[in-house]
């Protein structure tokens, strides 16, 4: 606009572009270190998988912490017994079970368990599982042959390899359109067709000439967990809590250290130029030697001084510290603080309770995943091969019939048994669970229950006792008891009336 000459702009007012981005995805002063990359699952793996899994070894060796979260995991998982097969093979026209046929299952899988689970014939099925989940925590992954045709009565047998054998160097394509991923071959699908192991363990000291061998993918299995959909290898469960375990166990000792250096030297003798002259005891390197006795009094020479050595250690915020890091290290490990350390300091009968009933949940997905990514896939296979050796009266072509497992893993006491108990019978009562469901929840077999009941009433009948007696004092007893605890429930006691 041009007015008296002068050249008048207009200029409309720049709007400021609104945040319209993720906060997470700003790039500023405090999160300018926060450098992140676009990778693939096996791309980080490739450059970081062996370092991984040597420290998580390593904190195998000499972490406590990390000791105790295998040793929990190997007793919460497996337990004392194992996981537990039960036969559940049906007759076909009456759709009955099977006693017979489960029976001679179970009896056979309970003796190729208790010695010839594993080529070396020195596991059972109950150690053997305990270091497939050792190994998969602590390594990220395991390799398990499984060997047709083995030397042993059942002509079955299980053979453990480290993920070692894998070489993650090992990376091509091939031409059939193939791709080896860090020792996986897999199709162009992602399905694993082959694995590339290396002939002896890279460990060794004859490591020279070490060349790879192709299995087929129907000779392994490959356990691990999976974070990713296109993951070919396994990560180490304890590597998010890694630097925090190994700098927590470099902090406790360094404290023990200055504790043990404070409760020893106790102080410092100085002089000034009067003391130049005192001539007392001293050892090869010109220090005063001094004894230090319970109660007593020493006079210092003219110009010696006497100045204590104090660094205060350990300090009174060490116990909190090591808690506050206990807690983001458990939470990466999947158990409750109390667990990992067995702290239960400051806990009460619902916090107990509660962190017991989620930390169960935990254990219990770790079971399911075990028991349908090995039991489940190992099973079939054995059930044919002890056919075929003659150690199961079946026939061939019924094979498919007798493949009906159901397994029992692990179970929890409750935490309060009776009110406990008492919920379950309520239950019972209104038809919200059956007898079978709640001794599942105990890792019990309902029909071994039964079994058992026959076989004691046929024993008292044999002595002649009176089943009708027994289940009377049960029953007074179980009346005595319901008293007790409305005792402890009135501020005052309850008499009888003559």
Same mark, same amino acid.
């Given at each position: 606009?041009?007015?008296?000459?002068?050249?008048?702009?207009?200029?409309?007012?720049?709007?400021?572009?609104? !945040?319209?981005?993720?906060?997470?995805?700003?790039?500023?002063?405090?999160?300018?270190?926060?450098?992140?990359?676009?990778?693939?699952?096996?791309?980080?793996?490739?450059?970081?998988?062996?370092?991984?899994?040597?420290? &998580?070894?390593?904190?195998?060796?000499?972490?406590?912490?990390?000791?105790?979260?295998?040793?929990?995991?190997?007793?919460? $998982?497996?337990?004392?017994?194992?996981?537990?097969?039960?036969?559940?093979?049906?007759?076909? $026209?009456?759709?009955?079970?099977?006693? !017979? &046929?489960?029976?001679?299952?179970?009896?056979?899988?309970?003796?190729?368990?208790?010695?010839?689970?594993?080529?070396?014939? $020195?596991?059972?099925?109950?150690?053997?599982?305990?270091?497939?989940?050792?190994?998969?925590?602590?390594?990220?992954?395991?390799?398990?042959? %499984?060997?047709?045709?083995?030397?042993?009565?059942?002509?079955?047998?299980?053979?453990?390899?480290?993920?070692?054998?894998? #070489?993650? #160097?090992?990376?091509?394509?091939?031409?059939?359109?193939?791709?080896?991923?860090?020792?996986?071959?897999?199709?162009?699908?992602?399905?694993?067709?082959?694995?590339?192991?290396?002939?002896?363990?890279?460990?060794?000291?004859?490591?020279?000439?070490?060349?790879?061998?192709?299995?087929?993918?129907?000779?392994?299995?490959?356990?691990?967990?999976?974070?990713?959909?296109?993951?070919?290898?396994?990560?180490?469960?304890?590597?998010?809590?890694?630097? %925090?375990?190994?700098?927590?166990?470099?902090?406790?000792?360094?404290?023990?250290?200055?504790?043990?250096?404070?409760?020893?030297?106790?102080?410092?003798?100085?002089?000034?130029?009067?003391?130049?002259?005192?001539?007392?005891?001293?050892?090869?390197?010109?220090?005063?030697?001094?004894? *230090?006795?319970?109660?007593?009094?020493?006079?210092?020479?003219?110009?010696?001084?006497?100045?204590?050595?104090?660094?205060?250690?350990?300090?009174?915020?060490?116990?909190?510290?090591?808690?506050?890091?206990?807690?983001?290290?458990?939470?990466?490990?999947?158990?409750?603080?109390?667990?990992?350390?067995?702290?239960?300091?400051?806990?009460?009968?619902?916090?107990?309770?509660?962190?017991?009933?989620?930390?169960?949940?935990?254990?219990?997905?770790?079971?399911?995943?075990?028991?349908?990514?090995?039991?489940?896939?190992?099973?079939?296979?054995?059930?044919?091969?002890?056919?075929?050796?003659?150690?199961?009266?079946?026939?061939?072509?019924?094979?498919?019939?007798?493949?009906?497992?159901?397994?029992?893993?692990?179970?929890?006491?409750? *935490?309060?048994?009776?009110?406990?108990?008492?919920?379950?019978?309520?239950?019972?009562?209104?038809?919200?669970?059956?007898?079978?469901?709640?001794?599942?929840?105990?890792?019990?077999?309902?029909?071994?229950?039964?079994?058992?009941?026959?076989?004691?009433?046929?024993?008292?009948?044999?002595?002649?006792? %009176?089943?009708?007696?027994?289940?009377?004092?049960?029953?007074?007893?179980?009346?005595?008891?319901?008293?007790?605890?409305?005792?402890?429930?009135?501020?005052?006691?309850?008499?009888?009336?003559?």
């Amino acid at each position: 606009m041009n007015l008296f000459g002068f050249e008048i702009k207009f200029r409309r007012k720049q709007e400021k572009p609104r !945040k319209r981005n993720y906060t997470g995805a700003q790039v500023n002063n405090l999160t300018w270190d926060w450098v992140t990359a676009n990778l693939t699952s096996d791309e980080y793996l490739r450059w970081n998988l062996k370092r991984l899994r040597e420290r &998580s070894r390593d904190l195998e060796r000499n972490d406590d912490y990390m000791r105790n979260f295998l040793r929990k995991l190997e007793i919460n $998982t497996v337990g004392a017994k194992g996981i537990i097969l039960q036969s559940k093979v049906y007759f076909k $026209t009456t759709n009955d079970l099977d006693i !017979k &046929s489960n029976s001679i299952i179970e009896d056979e899988w309970r003796r190729w368990a208790r010695q010839y689970v594993s080529v070396c014939e $020195t596991l059972s099925l109950r150690d053997f599982l305990k270091i497939i989940l050792r190994t998969i925590a602590r390594d990220g992954e395991v390799l398990i042959c %499984k060997i047709r045709g083995y030397d042993n009565p059942y002509r079955y047998a299980l053979q453990i390899l480290e993920a070692d054998f894998l #070489d993650e #160097d090992l990376n091509q394509d091939l031409p059939n359109g193939n791709r080896i991923i860090m020792g996986v071959e897999k199709n162009r699908y992602g399905k694993p067709v082959a694995y590339h192991l290396f002939e002896k363990h890279p460990g060794e000291r004859s490591y020279a000439g070490n060349r790879h061998i192709r299995i087929p993918a129907e000779e392994i299995l490959h356990l691990f967990i999976k974070e990713r959909p296109t993951q070919s290898r396994g990560v180490p469960w304890v590597a998010s809590a890694m630097i %925090k375990l190994r700098m927590l166990g470099a902090y406790e000792e360094a404290e023990v250290v200055a504790a043990r250096v404070a409760a020893s030297k106790m102080g410092f003798f100085t002089e000034d130029i009067e003391g130049a002259s005192y001539e007392g005891e001293r050892d090869a390197d010109g220090n005063f030697i001094t004894e *230090v006795e319970p109660g007593a009094l020493e006079r210092l020479p003219p110009g010696v001084d006497f100045k204590p050595f104090d660094p205060g250690q350990p300090s009174a915020e060490f116990s909190d510290f090591v808690k506050a890091m206990l807690r983001g290290i458990s939470a990466g490990l999947g158990c409750n603080y109390n667990t990992l350390c067995n702290d239960l300091e400051s806990v009460n009968y619902s916090s107990l309770r509660a962190g017991a009933i989620d930390e169960r949940e935990y254990w219990m997905d770790i079971q399911s995943w075990f028991i349908d990514n090995f039991l489940e896939r190992i099973y079939p296979e054995w059930l044919e091969m002890a056919v075929l050796a003659g150690r199961l009266p079946f026939s061939f072509q019924e094979l498919e019939r007798f493949i009906a497992p159901e397994w029992q893993p692990r179970r929890w006491d409750w *935490v309060d048994p009776l009110k406990d108990v008492q919920a379950k019978i309520l239950e019972l009562k209104n038809g919200l669970t059956t007898r079978t469901r709640i001794c599942a929840e105990q890792g019990i077999d309902f029909e071994d229950i039964l079994e058992e009941i026959k076989r004691e009433r046929a024993l008292m009948e044999g002595y002649g006792i %009176k089943i009708e007696d027994i289940d009377k004092d049960m029953s007074l007893i179980s009346e005595e008891a319901q008293m007790q605890e409305e005792r402890k429930k009135w501020p005052f006691k309850l008499t009888q009336k003559a």
